[in-house]
C-alpha cells in the first residue's frame, strides 16, 4: 500500500473583476467534492490556479488581497490564451466567473478545444449575487456549463423556468447559496454602528449619489453617538464589475466631515463585525448582513425600482427611508423570504436548511461527474443555427470564429508579454479607465444642454 492515498484536485477559476474572483475562489473550495463524495477525490487536496480575463475590470493587487483568496497560481490571460492553457494543462474542475458574453465565448472555445474528447474537466458557472436584471439574456448566456449554480431555491426556480420555456436542457441548473456568507451572528457594538454599502453603479446620477450621501452625513450629525461608516468598494482608478463614474469620496471632498464619520475599505466580512444597521440601495452586502442576522434596510429613497435593483427586495421587510432611519426605524426582515434566498439558513420556522450542506447537491454532482466513465461534449443553448445573428459579435468580441476557434491574428500565450508591451498595456487600461471616469461624464453633461 503506498503511504498516502490523496489524490491532488486541480481547479481553474477564470475572473474578470474583483467580485467575480470573489465569487469564482470561495465557489472552486466550496464545491470541490471533498467532504460528501465516495470516491477517490473524498480525499484529495486542492489546487487551485487563478486565470484573471484582461479587460477594463481587472483587478489590482490590493483588490485581490483585499478578497483575501490564496491560488496557488495566477496570471492575467486573454480569453484565447485561457484556451490554450486549458490545452496545456489538466484541470478537475472549471470555474467561470464571468460577465455573461465572456461565458459564452469561453464555452464555445472549450466546446471547440475539447472536440471529441471525452476526458475533460467539470465546467461550472453561475452568478455573483442577486439577479434583478437581464435573467433570461444571462442566462442563456450561460447555457451550456455543466453546473450552472443559482443562489437560491428562489433563483433555481427561476432559472429553470427560463431554460424550459425555450427548450433548453435544464439540468445544469443547481441550487447552492452565496459561497461569501458567514461570520459571527450579529452582537450589539458599542459605538452603535451604521453601515452604508456603496455600489459603483447604483445610483448612476451625481443628484441621486449626492442625496445618498447628503442623507448618511445628516444622519451621522443627527445621532453624535453613532459611529456612521461609509463602505466604499474600490479607491479611484480602480474598477469593479461594474464602472463607477462618480466615487462617493470624490463627492465627500468637497463636504465637512462630522468627526463620527468615516470612509472606510477593506473586507466586507470584517467590516460587518462592528456593524449594528447596515444600509444600501440594493447591494448583495445585505443578503450578507441578513445571513448574519443584522439589523439591515434597503433604502426606498429613490424608488423602488427595477433599475436600481431595490424591486429585488419587495417582501423583505427591508425597505425603508432615510427618514424612517432618522427617528429610529428598525427593521424586521420576513423569515419566508429571507430563506427563499439562501440567507439567514437553519431556521426551521421558516422552512429553510442548514447553509453547511447547501453546497452538498453541487459537490455530489460534481463527484458523480468525475467518477464517470467520460462527459459529454459542452454544448450550449446558443449556435450558429439558433442565434445566428447575436452569437458570432459575442465569440467575435474575443477573437473567436462562430466555430469556437481562435480568428487570426489572436494574442498567443506560448510566452510572457515583453516588457514595453506590459507597459502598453498597463498605459492602455489606464487611459481607458481616465476615459470612463473623467471624460466620458463631461461628454454626457455637455450632451444634456
Known amino acids: 500500500m503506498p503511504a498516502s492515498t490523496r489524490k491532488s484536485l486541480r481547479v481553474a477559476v477564470l475572473a474578470d473583476s474583483d467580485t467575480r474572483w470573489k465569487w469564482g475562489s470561495l465557489t472552486a473550495n466550496r464545491i470541490s467534492p471533498t467532504e460528501t463524495s465516495n470516491t477517490d477525490i473524498q480525499d484529495s487536496d486542492l489546487r487551485l490556479d487563478g486565470y484573471l480575463l484582461r479587460g477594463r475590470a481587472t483587478p489590482t493587487a490590493r483588490q485581490l488581497e483585499e478578497v483575501g483568496v490564496r491560488a496557488d497560481s495566477l ?20 470555474v467561470l466567473a464571468l460577465v455573461g458574453g465572456a461565458v459564452q465565448a469561453v464555452l464555445h472555445g472549450l466546446a471547440h478545444l475539447w472536440d471529441g474528447r471525452e476526458e475533460r474537466p467539470v465546467v461550472v458557472t453561475g452568478y455573483v449575487g442577486v439577479v434583478y436584471e437581464k435573467l433570461a439574456d444571462g442566462l442563456l448566456l450561460r447555457h451550456g456549463a455543466d453546473l450552472v449554480l443559482a443562489n437560491s431555491r428562489q433563483d433555481a426556480d427561476r432559472f429553470r423556468d427560463v431554460y424550459e420555456g425555450v427548450g433548453a436542457d435544464a439540468s445544469s ?32 446620477s451625481r443628484k441621486d449619489r449626492t442625496y445618498l450621501l447628503d442623507r448618511l452625513i445628516a444622519h451621522a450629525r443627527l445621532h453624535p453617538d453613532r459611529e456612521v461608516l461609509l463602505k466604499l468598494r474600490s479607491k479611484p482608478g480602480e474598477h469593479t464589475t461594474h464602472i463607477e ?14 468627526a463620527n464619520f468615516r470612509l472606510v475599505y477593506g473586507h466586507m466580512g470584517e467590516v460587518l463585525d462592528r ?13 450578507e448582513s441578513l445571513h448574519r442576522r443584522i439589523p439591515t434596510v434597503v433604502l426606498s429613497d429613490l424608488g423602488v425600482r427595477e433599475s436600481l435593483g431595490n424591486h429585488h427586495f419587495v417582501g423583505s421587510g427591508c425597505l425603508a427611508s432615510w427618514d424612517q432611519l432618522d427617528a429610529g426605524h428598525q427593521p424586521a426582515p420576513d423569515p419566508a423570504w429571507v430563506a427563499r434566498q439562501g440567507v439567514a439558513a437553519g431556521d426551521p420556522s421558516a422552512g429553510g436548511g442548514s447553509y453547511e450542506t447547501a453546497f452538498d447537491e453541487a459537490r455530489t454532482r460534481i463527484a458523480e461527474l468525475l467518477a464517470g466513465p467520460g462527459l ?7 449556435t450558429p443555427v439558433t442565434a445566428p445573428g447575436y452569437l458570432p459579435g459575442i465569440l467575435a468580441r474575443h477573437h473567436l470564429a462562430p466555430d469556437g476557434s481562435p480568428l487570426p491574428g489572436a494574442p498567443t500565450a506560448d510566452k510572457e508579454p515583453s516588457p514595453v508591451r506590459q507597459i502598453v498595456r498597463r498605459a492602455a487600461r489606464g487611459a481607458y479607465r481616465h476615459g470612463v471616469q473623467r471624460v466620458a461624464p463631461v461628454i454626457r453633461r455637455m450632451g444634456e444642454l
Open 245 to 258: 463614474e462618480l466615487p462617493y469620496q470624490k463627492l465627500a471632498q468637497k463636504t465637512d466631515l462630522p
Open 376 to 382: 459529454p461534449p459542452l454544448a450550449p443553448y446558443y
Open 75 to 94: 496570471r492575467e490571460v486573454t480569453a484565447v490564451e485561457f484556451l490554450r492553457a486549458m490545452e496545456r494543462e489538466r484541470y478537475d474542475v472549471l
Open 173 to 204: 441548473v443547481t441550487e447552492v447559496a452565496l459561497p461569501f456568507l458567514g461570520g459571527a451572528a450579529y452582537r450589539k457594538n458599542d459605538p452603535y454602528t451604521v453601515v452604508f454599502a456603496a455600489q459603483p453603479s447604483v445610483p448612476e
Open 275 to 287: 456593524t449594528d444597521l447596515l444600509v444600501t440601495v440594493s447591494s448583495t452586502a445585505a443578503l
